[in-house]
């Protein structure tokens, strides 16, 4: 039986300020089954508490317990360091409390307007000097509310290159996260499923975790994105149908 699911928000449940349809139904039917859910996400440009308001602006009550973010275990992870961030301004709230002064890692998330030159080669000195660099995602871009856009993952990759460095990667696809977020819902791996639309960091990721898959075809997703997921992951129309599948195979095993 499926005990938890894993659902992505961004290109899954909304894009942009707009719940895609019938993904808040999905949500309430799962919740209505008792079966326990985490929204996981990468999302960068907004703080934990913005992410929040603007779920519940379009109808979805989401608690803090509820909300699994790549922003929040960097912060986790990053505790004992001195950061460089390079991040969207919004997200500098969830780093607060970490200290920023003389930094000793950098850290890269989607930072849009502040991938400036300046802030970019200040992270590269950083590297040479050998500070580690750190990330939330590689993923080389999202569905935004007009259109593909870039993420961190170009900006990451172009770091490793100049720096001679490797990156480590916090959010997903790292093992560490998915297992991080199945552990909070008291499930073990091969009884949770991941449901979003990136074939490779969502599914994918999920998979080598030992999660079970699936890829919902909204948001990011295009043809032919079945063939990037790994072996085990199932393709649905959207997270209605995710949510249906889930409930049916449950229910033929009661």
């Known amino acids: 039986?499926?005990?938890?699911?894993?659902?992505?928000?961004?290109?899954?449940?909304h894009i942009g300020p707009d719940l895609i349809p019938g993904a808040a139904q999905a949500?309430?039917?799962?919740?209505?089954?008792?079966?326990?859910?985490?929204?996981?996400?990468?999302?960068?440009?907004?703080?934990?508490r913005m992410l929040m308001e603007a779920l519940g602006r379009m109808g979805l009550e989401v608690t803090g317990d509820d909300l699994f973010t790549a922003p929040a275990a960097a912060a986790a992870f990053l505790r004992r360091e001195n950061l460089h961030l390079l991040v969207h301004p919004n997200l500098r709230e969830d780093f607060a409390d970490l200290p920023q002064q003389e930094p000793n890692a950098v850290l890269v998330t989607h930072a849009e307007d502040a991938f400036t030159y300046a802030n970019l080669n200040t992270a590269f000195r950083l590297l040479r000097r050998?500070?580690?660099?750190?990330?939330?995602?590689?993923?080389?871009?999202?569905?935004?509310?007009?259109?593909?856009?870039?993420?961190?993952?170009?900006?990451?990759?172009?770091?490793?290159?100049?720096?001679?460095?490797?990156?480590?990667?916090?959010g997903k696809p790292a093992k560490d996260?998915?297992?991080d977020a199945v552990a909070s819902l008291g499930c073990r791996p091969e009884e949770t499923v991941l449901v979003g639309d990136d074939a490779a960091s969502d599914v994918g990721g999920a998979l080598k975790a030992g999660l079970r898959?699936?890829?919902?075809?909204?948001g990011k997703y295009r043809p032919g994105d079945e063939e990037k997921m790994g072996e085990g992951g199932i393709a649905?129309?959207?997270?209605?149908?995710?949510a249906?599948?889930?409930?049916?195979?449950?229910?033929?095993?009661?």
Do not use: C, H
Request: no cysteine; charged share 20%.
């Open 130 to 170: 050998g500070a580690p660099l750190l990330t939330t995602n590689k993923t080389p871009y999202f569905q935004g509310e007009d259109g593909l856009m870039l993420d961190a993952g170009p900006f990451v990759v172009a770091l490793e290159y100049a720096a001679g460095v490797e990156a480590t990667v916090l």
């Open 177 to 179: 996260f998915f297992l």
């Open 1 to 13: 039986m499926i005990k938890g699911v894993l659902l992505d928000l961004s290109g899954t449940v």
């Open 244 to 254: 249906e599948w889930i409930l049916e195979r449950n229910q033929g095993r009661a």
């Open 27 to 48: 949500v309430a039917r799962l919740r209505e089954a008792g079966i326990p859910l985490r929204f996981v996400t990468n999302t960068s440009r907004m703080s934990r």
């Open 213 to 218: 898959g699936i890829l919902v075809r909204t």
């Open 236 to 242: 649905l129309t959207d997270a209605g149908a995710a």
